[in-house]
């Protein structure tokens, strides 16, 4: 079946810093990616969703200059979380679909982000 | 607001009993999806419904969704312990914009 990568998956980084996450779909083509955050045992929030040659589209409340969303081609997206603090410690998940939001989502399998 | 409502927030069941979870929607979905996510896991697709009162079944899941389109429900016949998770509704607003609209989940813990 298709298959989501997303890497790295765990990340340790200070405060200040900027941290850059990847989602790839390795065997089919996303002109859209959704990336996700998700706090402990709670449900997955939207972020924005990542237009392949075009600028992602960012939900209510989202700063998109903290999080730089670029989707260069079908099948890479890239969040990176600027000068990142303890507050943007989360869990980070890509997703992708076929063909629209009406097929089934692939989710990666999450980044890990701990800011200290 | 959320406009996508799940109950319960947590089940906990012995092993071999059945359970149930709830999603609502304020307003009606095109369609319905469900995911499962174990624990330390990533959701995983599971099944869609579309059709008004569509019924699906896989295995020991039935899976409803209305006849209105604005709610949907996930019913497991006798648990098993790989049925430990928590389970997700997402649906598509039809009004709206045009966006997958997730459930906060259900965490279904079993006691063997």
């Known amino acids: 079946g298709a298959v989501v990568s997303q890497h790295p998956s765990r990340v340790i980084c200070k405060s200040g810093t900027s941290v850059k996450i990847e989602c790839r779909s390795l065997?089919?083509?996303?002109?859209?990616m959704f990336w996700y955050r998700q706090f402990p045992k709670q449900s997955l929030m939207l972020m924005a969703t990542?237009?392949?040659?075009?600028?992602?589209?960012?939900e209510q409340g989202v700063e998109k200059d903290k999080f730089l969303i670029n989707h260069a081609s079908l099948t890479l997206s890239t969040l990176t979380v600027t000068s990142a603090h303890p507050e943007d410690s989360s869990f980070y998940i890509c997703?992708?679909?076929?063909?629209?939001?009406?097929?089934?989502?692939?989710f990666g399998n999450g980044t890990r982000l701990t800011v200290t | 607001g959320q406009q996508v409502m799940q109950i319960p927030q947590y089940q906990h069941v012995q092993e071999g009993e059945d359970f149930t979870t709830y999603c609502n929607s304020s307003?009606?979905?095109?369609?319905i999806q469900w995911y499962k996510q174990r624990p330390g896991g990533h959701p995983v697709f599971l099944i869609q419904?579309?059709?008004?009162?569509e019924v699906k079944k896989q295995k020991r899941l039935t899976f409803q969704f209305g006849e209105a389109k604005k709610n949907s429900s996930l019913h497991i016949t006798a648990t098993q312990t790989t049925d430990v998770g928590t389970y997700f509704c997402?649906?598509?607003?039809?009004?709206?914009?045009?966006?997958?609209?997730f459930g906060q989940g259900t965490r279904l813990t079993i006691n063997p």
């Open positions: 997703s992708a679909s076929r063909s629209g939001i009406d097929s089934p989502l692939h």
């Open positions: 065997d089919f083509q996303a002109t859209t």
């Open positions: 990542s237009n392949e040659g075009s600028k992602a589209t960012y």
């Open positions: 307003t009606t979905l095109s369609n």
């Open positions: 419904l579309v059709k008004s009162g």
């Open positions: 997402a649906g598509i607003l039809i009004q709206g914009a045009q966006k997958l609209v």
